[in-house]
């Protein structure tokens, strides 16, 4: 049973490109959820959606960030004319159901903007 | 809105020592998880408590939700240098179970 799949795992950019990040969640599951982690610091949540739907993106910044999970194949987050600000790991975790279901992380995208 | 605390933020402990790490919520909390994450990798599911007051022991690891279900805590019994890590609490607002709130970890060196 293959665990939640991320890549690429280091991603290099330089600024203004766009980023693009790919989630494939546990088979089964059918809520994925990213998160922001900066060096030394916590677990910032971005977004959380279920297929074909967003359903919490207050942690999304308003600009140049979007995340999708469509029906089939993995859940995408993008970042259009990244900075270096965006320089950080991203952490895709995925969940059965709702509620208190345990999130499973993948091993994390490590994004470089130069 | 609501937040999570944890203490400390950083912990260095001789090898044998134990250490606690504690989480506060401003808020009700329907359950609190705990993860562990080593340097340089993920966040790992370590257990989840529900009840009021509710003890769970996982090996030389004691964890605790209080009788509030506002604050949490993990101790470690003689730690070890596999001990080492980020370790996160997390739970979902009684009120609101669609989003984990977490702490921001308390890091844990141990010297050999």
């Known amino acids: 049973n293959a665990g939640v799949m991320q890549n690429p795992r280091h991603l290099v950019r330089r600024r203004g490109q766009e980023a693009r990040l790919r989630c494939s969640p546990m088979?089964?599951?059918?809520?994925v959820y990213w998160y922001r982690q900066l060096p030394e610091e916590g677990l910032k949540f971005m977004v959380y959606?279920?297929?074909?739907?967003?359903?919490?993106e207050s942690g999304m910044p308003k600009e140049r960030f979007s995340a999708e999970f469509p029906k089939e194949g993995p859940s995408i987050l993008r970042i259009q004319q990244v900075v270096r600000g965006d320089s950080a790991a991203y952490f895709c975790?995925?969940?059965f159901g709702t509620g208190a279901d345990t999130q499973y992380f993948g091993p994390g995208t490590r994004l470089t903007v130069l | 809105g609501q937040q999570v605390m944890q203490i400390p933020q950083y912990q260095h402990v001789q090898e044998g020592e134990d250490f606690t790490t504690y989480c506060n919520s401003s808020t009700t909390l329907s359950n609190i998880q705990w993860y562990k994450q080593r340097p340089g990798g993920h966040p790992v599911f370590l257990i989840q408590l529900v009840k009021s007051g509710e003890v769970k022991k996982q090996k030389r690891l004691t964890f605790q939700f209080g009788e509030a279900k506002k604050n949490s805590s993990l101790h470690i019994t003689a730690t070890q240098t596999t001990d080492v890590g980020t370790y996160f609490c997390a739970g979902h607002n009684a009120g609101n179970n669609r989003k984990l709130i977490w702490g921001l970890g308390t890091s844990l060196a141990v010297n050999p």
């Open positions: 088979k089964g599951h059918s809520h």
């Open positions: 975790a995925s969940q």
């Open positions: 959606l279920q297929k074909e739907n967003i359903i919490d």
